[in-house]
């Protein structure tokens, strides 16, 4: 395919860089995406946090973690989920129903891709109480988060390693596209990477088409198209089998 010299705006707040459109939906066979921030509207972190009145002290690491200013995203999710000891695991709860919301076009960007044979991925820094909840509400196929520890009804500080290991960082999260690519028997050029911060970049470097949703400015930079008005489903623009 041809490629664009440097990044053009498709359309309003649509900017692409690194190819021409149109492409084929159904070339590609995968697409993985973040939860936080981009499948959802909020930082589940943060929020739990404000159960503890500490949202502002999380909130500031997140946001530090998520602009790529802190690089050791493992130690910067150990600092936050330390600050969330004590709380009830109500908490939990409460932020699922009451705070997370899908953002817009993530139900029908999945479709689509559903539709078109797609195999879906969420690879989330954030945690299984909320991913698995939104991997079964979108109908995903595969979900990777990490795990809070929680003791007689409150949460611990702490996180419990899986069969895969401690925590679903930035390198988690490339590894795990490129075993699912080996699993499926495709390239990582036929796979879709979507996210909105630095702890995306690993994954997104290696896909065939990086997606930034709404993203930091690093992340932004780096992307092939980059969604930065409107929702999750202005990525079908740049197909022309959608």
């Known amino acids: 395919m041809s490629v664009a010299a440097s990044p053009r705006e ?6 692409i860089q690194g190819f021409e459109p149109p492409l084929r939906l159904s070339d590609f066979k995968l697409i993985a995406f973040d939860m936080d921030s981009t499948l959802i509207n ?36 150990r600092r936050r989920v330390a ?3 004590g709380v009830p695991a109500s908490a939990l709860e409460e932020v699922y129903t009451q705070r997370l919301q899908l953002n817009p076009g993530a139900e029908a960007l999945v479709r689509a891709c559903r539709a078109a044979g797609l195999k879906t991925l ?11 909840r939104v991997a079964a509400r979108l109908q995903l196929d595969e979900a990777r988060s990490n795990l809070l520890e929680i003791v007689d009804g409150q949460l611990t500080g702490r996180m419990v390693d899986q069969p ?41 470097g290696v896909a065939g088409l990086s997606v930034a949703h709404h993203a930091k400015p690093a992340v932004r930079a780096q992307a092939m198209v980059a969604i930065d008005d409107g929702g999750l489903d202005r990525l079908l623009d740049v197909f022309r089998d959608r």
């Open 83 to 85: 600050l969330l000891q």
């Open 10 to 15: 498709l359309a309003p707040g649509l900017v």
């Open 164 to 204: 895969w290991g401690d925590i679903c960082d930035g390198e988690e999260k490339r590894r795990t596209l490129l075993a699912t690519c080996a699993r499926l028997g495709i390239a990582p050029a036929q796979a879709i990477a979507m996210g909105d911060g630095a702890n995306d970049l690993p994954m997104m």
């Open 122 to 132: 969420l690879v989330s820094g954030g945690f299984t109480f909320f991913a698995d």
């Open 42 to 77: 909020i930082e589940c972190v943060d929020e739990i946090a404000d159960a503890a009145g500490r949202k502002a002290e999380v909130a500031a690491i997140t946001a530090a973690a998520m602009r790529g200013e802190i690089t050791d995203y493992k130690d910067s999710l």
